[in-house]
């Protein structure tokens, strides 16, 4: 079993920034794909980013150049920093461990607001 816990989101104006971070419960991160999704409501859940045990990143074409996934290996978290964020970012966040080898797993945090708005 895998606990992800995310933490940062709140309310910032367009054209700021917020950081979000995905703590895990362990270390996973050699093994496991790690995203940060988002969903606004009557809308399925989207893939924002995602980092593989590689160290390879994929975004989806609505963030590219303004978002950036990371991970701190010694804290077993990663990162989702959101620049020049846009009303249309708003959503609940929530990050996403899956395995990369072998059966699939997923591992889903609680997921955490982001409301981007003046």
């Known amino acids: 079993q895998v606990q992800l816990v995310e933490s940062g989101g709140g309310l910032v104006q367009p054209g700021g920034s917020l950081r979000l971070s995905c703590a895990a419960s362990?270390?996973?991160?050699?093994?496991?794909?790690m995203g940060w999704y988002r969903q606004v409501p009557g809308k399925q859940r989207e893939l924002v980013a995602s980092?593989?045990?590689?160290?390879?990143?994929n975004y989806a074409d609505s963030v590219k150049d303004r978002f950036t996934i990371s991970r701190d290996n010694a804290k077993n978290t990663v990162y989702l920093q959101m620049n020049s964020l846009k009303p249309e970012d708003t959503a609940v966040y929530y990050c996403?461990?899956?395995?990369?080898?072998?059966?699939?797993?997923?591992?889903w945090g609680q997921g955490t607001q982001v409301t981007v708005s003046s």
């Open positions: 996403n461990g899956r395995t990369q080898f072998g059966t699939q797993v997923d591992y």
């Open positions: 980092l593989t045990s590689g160290g390879r990143t």
């Open positions: 362990r270390s996973i991160f050699s093994s496991y794909v």
